[in-house]
């Protein structure tokens, strides 16, 4: 009977045993769970991104330089690119946010799956796990942080919200995302909590200012480790993105109001200030470890980072001393934070006149990524860097309810010392933290995906707070279960609904979980449109270096390293060049190309692509790129000040032009926010006065300026009429688009009720173009007048011509991404001696070609010149009549080429003149060799008005009826939101086949 007695009692205490070790230890299988869940979703889509040939696809712009510098490490492991050569030619560009511990650790993975010497293609499988992967390491600092401020349960609701949030931390870390963001929130977090932990330590421990002069280590110890670790892992932070310099800020902010507080509390500010001064010097000597380039620059290891982590660490010792010193004063506490709040502002007013560039760059990142206050013009042409349009139906589309719930439980972290809860320098630290991040995403929406962590945590406290004020026992046993009241049944239910059901379908948003989401991501859709091009540009122009005569590509290897000039302008070899485009396609341009970009998604040479873009005339065009070889900015000037700038040109020339058919329609509104004029300049008629009223009758009598810019003329027309640019390929491949432009006009009899009233009363006529300003309708000729340039498809076009609110100014069809290059152009001179006298007193010389693209696509380029009263006249052409040169010469294998000689005409169409035929080689092309023309034969020339025209198949205007059929689709692709806004009434990124 004892023995039994015995068997019981061991499995009493073995069952007691292990549920005791269940009750400890059953989150850590939930977290495992949760991370394999929050991989798995980020994991679905992955055969997409995996090509038959081996080739990248990625889910963004960003994302393919990001792989860049992920080979460049491969390549140079364990060094990362210390200065890029292959962007942002003339000059190069230390690219300071990509080639940083981020790539690091990838290629370092990598390196071990490879046992020493990975392939390029597990370098690449392990980049694309890798984002997923980090993503769900975010689950184990989120759950600790959440652990800290709501207990177990709190930490595990907290990953349970980060797992299922369908919004922009989802989208940033899905396979094929190859970007640095995900890297940031796993890496913010990590600080975050080693800071909690930090200070947790020092209020435990209390370190104070007599412990450290009698250095007694013993008491010292415990604190001292925790605030180094913090140190290290805001480093590490900052080491992964340079611009992380912002969390210095917000701990900045916090150890202000935590030692305000302490202070005013009779707590010795000693114990916050140490831990801030021994965490922040710490950053700042390991940072200082990462200067790559002097200055302050936020977007690269500086003087910066180092410099702000050390004025934090002097402020808390500062304010520890001057609490002792109001203390020997016997100064009433309450003036302390007044006191402060004024030495602050001095402090600001000092560094205004004493170091201005470093006042201009802390608040210009206050402004610009802290607080939604002031942001640049550029940033607002990129799409990730504006504010949300409506920032609470953003963070509901993104969070559903736990926003709310968030700011309930920031509500009731403020209130724990109200209920006798002991007061804590994390709670502050945590509400600090969040009230930043929630600005931030007001500021820029792409912040969006820090947010989450603190719609996470916070949470913790929200439903560790609910289930203490209504007693809520979830962890007990079966009696708890039976003594539950139906009051706490409903709040249970009510809080689970508020947190969970609208992240998941059918209440999610757009009915959409985060693993159908995820599911449906792929390829970027620029990038696949773009590709065919950039292959083009590859296998068809000269290595740079080798332009020309020169053979100079090995000094300028792909994955060469290069050190960063003292002065910041690379000197390039002869035969180098650059590649002129906008912004948004450097990054694909440089990767799938191999060729050098003018300008990037870093926004670096923005404002000069778009002075070339929008010049409106060649002559203005020439003078551009000759000012951006002189090394000179050529945005807003004259053009006598071109000229004058321009006389300094080096050989550092841009040869190529690329443009698609989103920088003509869609992104031109934003084109032209870098740059002088404004976009209102280029969509009202010729002529037309600022601050007038536009009637749609005033676009009978002439064009507009939009289509006299260097963009419209080399797209649309093919490079006509232009002397040293000439078509060289197309990618029809991917598709035609319909460019359209088109004016919301006010019509009284369409227009009706509070809005017809609201126009009348501004001044509104029958027939006048509608203006806005800040997203109001505006008085006539007030504001921006809405005239669209948008790709549309044909179903959206007849919806257009169907409206009679909406005015179709023109519809032009062009290939969906075009290259152009510039020469020096054939210069043909000829002279005709009218015996007849068959000519006037003004006669025109015309030279014209027929010639075909590689997608078959015929169109006529045309010159003409007036001819002198000798009878002589000179012209210059960039088409070539044989494709003689090539790569191996060092010039272009030309995709376009003519398909007989140039016929040259003198005297008006229609009547009685001279004509004849020359050839013009590609060598006269290249190097503006002079052809002389002769062999003048009188004839009956042809009429202009009875030819075929000047384009065929689908390179011409036409009256938006019809379109080609084979639009440029998007492709199945993600937000890429580092890319140019239009600022359009609609985007115009959509096309259609219907």
């Given at each position: 009977m004892s023995t039994d007695t015995e068997h019981v009692n061991e499995e009493t205490e073995t069952s007691s045993s292990l549920l005791k070790t269940w009750s400890d230890w059953y989150h850590i299988p939930l977290i495992g769970a949760v991370m394999l869940f929050m991989f798995w979703v980020r994991t679905q889509a992955y055969d997409q991104f995996v090509t038959d040939d081996g080739s990248p696809a990625l889910a963004g712009v960003d994302s393919w330089y990001q792989w860049r510098t992920i080979e460049w490490t491969a390549k140079n492991y364990p060094n990362t690119m210390p200065y890029e050569v292959w962007t942002g030619y003339p000059s190069g560009a230390y690219v300071g946010q990509f080639g940083t511990l981020f790539d690091q650790i990838i290629v370092t993975v990598a390196m071990i799956v490879g046992l020493g010497d990975p392939s390029p293609e597990t370098v690449y499988a392990v980049a694309l796990l890798m984002i997923p992967a980090m993503a769900a390491l975010v689950a184990i600092p989120v759950f600790y942080m959440g652990r800290r401020l709501g207990g177990t349960l709190g930490g595990l609701v907290a990953i349970a919200i980060l797992a299922l949030a369908p919004g922009t931390f989802l989208t940033r870390s899905t396979v094929g995302q190859l970007d640095h963001h995900v890297g940031e929130v796993l890496f913010m977090a990590i600080a975050v909590v080693a800071m909690m932990v930090a200070l947790r330590a020092g209020e435990r421990e209390k370190p104070v200012y007599e412990l450290v002069v009698d250095r007694d280590w013993g008491a010292l110890r415990t604190p001292t480790i925790y605030s180094v670790l913090a140190g290290i892992a805001m480093m590490l932070y900052i080491w992964v993105w340079p611009a992380a310099v912002l969390i210095i800020g917000i701990f900045g902010v916090f150890f202000a109001i935590q030692l305000c507080l302490d202070y005013l509390r009779g707590v010795s500010p000693d114990h916050v200030a140490f831990v801030g001064a021994v965490s922040l010097i710490t950053t700042a000597l390991t940072t200082t470890l990462l200067i790559e380039q002097p200055g302050l620059g936020v977007t690269h290891f500086s003087y910066l980072q180092p410099f702000t982590a050390l004025l934090v660490a002097a402020g808390c010792i500062f304010m520890a001393w001057l609490a002792r010193e109001w203390n020997n004063r016997d100064l009433d506490r309450r003036y302390y934070p007044v006191a402060i709040g004024g030495i602050g502002a001095a402090a600001l007013l000092v560094l205004w006149l004493a170091l201005p560039s470093v006042y201009n760059t802390l608040i210009g990142n206050l402004t610009g990524r802290l607080l939604p206050l002031d942001p640049s013009t550029g940033a607002l042409t990129i799409s990730e860097a504006q504010p949300p349009d409506d920032f609470w139906n953003h963070v509901r589309e993104e969070f559903g309810m736990a926003f709310y719930t968030m700011l309930a439980g920031l509500a009731l972290l403020v209130a724990r010392p109200l209920r006798d809860r002991e007061f804590r320098a994390e709670y502050t630290l945590i509400l600090v933290w969040s009230l930043f991040l929630i600005s931030m995403t007001a500021t820029q929406v792409r912040f969006t995906y820090y947010l989450v962590l603190a719609v996470a945590v916070v949470n913790a406290v929200f439903i560790a707070d609910v289930v203490d004020i209504f007693n809520l026992d979830v962890r007990g046993g079966i009696d708890a279960v039976r003594g539950i009241e139906t009051y706490q049944v409903i709040v249970l239910f009510l809080v689970v609904i508020l947190l969970f059901a609208p992240l998941l379908p059918p209440i999610a948003a757009d009915n959409t979980s985060s693993w159908e989401q995820a599911e449906r991501t792929g390829p970027s859709g620029d990038a696949m449109v773009w590709e065919g091009s950039n292959e083009w540009l590859a296998e068809n122009t000269p290595a740079p270096g080798n332009w020309g005569e020169h053979e100079n590509a090995d000094q300028l290897e792909y994955f060469g390293t290069y050190q960063a000039p003292a002065d910041g302008d690379y000197d390039y070899p002869d035969g180098a060049y650059g590649v002129m485009s906008w912004w948004d396609y450097g990054h694909l341009i440089t990767t799938q190309g191999e060729r050098i970009p003018h300008a990037n998604p870093f926004q670096q040479n923005a404002p000069s692509a778009s002075s070339f873009l929008t010049a409106e005339s060649e002559e203005r065009g020439e003078l551009v790129l000759d000012t951006i070889a002189a090394g000179e900015n050529p945005a807003d000037k004259s053009t006598e000040e071109l000229e004058s700038l321009s006389e300094g040109a080096t050989n550092e020339e841009l040869r190529y032009v690329m443009i698609d058919y989103e920088m003509a329609a869609g992104k031109f509104s934003a084109i032209t926010?870098?740059?002088?004029?404004?976009?209102?300049?280029?969509?009202?008629?010729?002529?037309?006065?600022?601050?007038?009223?536009?009637?749609?009758?005033?676009?009978?009598?002439?064009?507009?300026?939009?289509?006299?810019?260097?963009?419209?003329k080399l797209y649309f027309d093919d490079a006509d009429g232009l002397e040293h640019y000439r078509t060289v390929h197309e990618n029809a491949d991917a598709g035609t688009a319909t460019i359209v432009t088109y004016a919301n006009v006010f019509v009284p009899g369409a227009i009706q009720g509070q809005v017809a009233q609201e126009l009348q009363e501004l001044g509104y006529q029958e027939g006048d173009v509608i203006y806005y300003q800040d997203g109001e309708f505006a008085a006539p000729g007030e504001g921006r007048p809405s005239v669209a340039i948008q790709q549309m498809g044909f179903q959206q076009i007849q919806q257009v011509q169907?409206?009679?609110?909406?005015?179709?100014?023109?519809?032009?069809?062009?290939?969906?991404?075009?290259?152009?290059?510039?020469?020096?152009?054939?210069?043909?001179?000829?002279?005709?001696?009218?015996?007849?006298?068959?000519?006037?007193?003004?006669?025109?010389?015309?030279?014209?070609?027929?010639?075909?693209?590689?997608?078959?696509?015929?169109?006529?380029?045309?010159?003409?010149?007036?001819?002198?009263?000798?009878?002589?006249?000179?012209?210059?052409?960039?088409?070539?009549?044989?494709?003689?040169?090539?790569?191996?010469?060092?010039?272009?294998?030309?995709?376009?080429?003519?398909?007989?000689?140039?016929?040259?005409?003198?005297?008006?169409?229609?009547?009685?003149?001279?004509?004849?035929?020359?050839?013009?080689?590609?060598?006269?092309?290249?190097?503006?060799?002079?052809?002389?023309?002769?062999?003048?034969?009188?004839?009956?020339?042809?009429?202009?008005?009875?030819?075929?025209?000047?384009?065929?198949?689908?390179?011409?205007?036409?009256?938006?009826?019809?379109?080609?059929?084979?639009?440029?689709?998007?492709?199945?692709?993600?937000?890429?939101?580092?890319?140019?806004?239009?600022?359009q009434t609609d985007d115009g990124a959509d096309t259609e086949d219907n």
């Open positions: 926010a870098w740059s002088g004029p404004n976009y209102e300049h280029y969509v009202t008629p010729e002529g037309h006065e600022d601050g007038q009223p536009v009637n749609i009758n005033d676009y009978q009598n002439g064009t507009i300026p939009y289509y006299d810019t260097m963009q419209s169907q409206n009679p609110t909406q005015q179709l100014l023109g519809a032009r069809s062009a290939a969906a991404v075009k290259t152009f290059e510039r020469v020096e152009g054939a210069t043909l001179t000829g002279t005709v001696d009218d015996d007849a006298d068959v000519l006037g007193n003004e006669t025109t010389a015309t030279v014209e070609v027929e010639l075909e693209t590689n997608a078959g696509r015929t169109f006529n380029y045309t010159q003409e010149t007036e001819v002198a009263e000798d009878g002589s006249f000179e012209l210059t052409v960039p088409y070539a009549t044989n494709d003689e040169l090539g790569v191996e010469d060092g010039y272009t294998n030309s995709s376009v080429e003519a398909t007989g000689e140039y016929e040259v005409t003198v005297g008006e169409p229609g009547e009685t003149g001279y004509a004849t035929e020359t050839a013009v080689p590609e060598t006269e092309v290249v190097t503006g060799e002079t052809i002389t023309v002769d062999g003048f034969e009188q004839t009956e020339l042809e009429d202009s008005d009875e030819s075929d025209g000047n384009e065929t198949g689908g390179n011409q205007t036409d009256d938006g009826n019809q379109t080609d059929g084979n639009e440029t689709a998007d492709g199945n692709q993600t937000d890429d939101s580092n890319q140019t806004d239009g600022n």
